[in-house]
């Protein structure tokens, strides 16, 4: 009995890490894109999770979610938007009419960039 128990969480445990290199699939127009209406971004010490969005043209409510333990705040110059800081386990969000095109987005709090804070918004 205690060798198919054993064997049943082998199975199991093999499933789940099987089904974790896949990319994860879009919900609402976050992260791959779609026709949803929001797109949620994840700050950490210095990431961005997704780090390339893909999302479809139009008005779309941008979410930050900071999930760090130090502010972050996410910034697109070319789209003239900017999400103030936002405090460890708190969220920002502005609304925006997103246009066709490539966009770099960033974290503008001083060395948060240049330690690898930066991602890419792909709107088609």
Not at 30 to 55: M, N, R
Not at 73 to 102: E, F, W, Y
Request: aromatic share 4%; charged share 15%.
């Amino acid at each position: 009995m205690r060798r198919l128990s054993a064997a049943s969480l082998l199975i199991a445990v093999l499933l789940l890490v099987g089904c974790g290199g896949q990319k994860p699939q879009a919900s609402q127009g976050t992260t791959q894109g779609g026709s949803g209406s929001s797109i949620t971004v994840e700050a950490t010490e210095f990431a961005f999770k997704p780090k390339e969005i893909s999302t479809s043209a139009g008005t779309k409510t941008i979410v930050l979610s900071n999930k760090g333990s130090i502010e972050h705040d996410l910034t697109i110059d070319s789209l003239n938007v900017h999400l103030p800081h936002a405090s460890p386990n708190s969220t920002q969000t502005t609304t925006v009419d997103l246009k066709p095109g490539k966009y770099e987005f960033y974290c503008s709090v001083p060395g948060h960039k240049e330690a690898g804070m930066i991602g890419t918004l792909t709107v088609s």
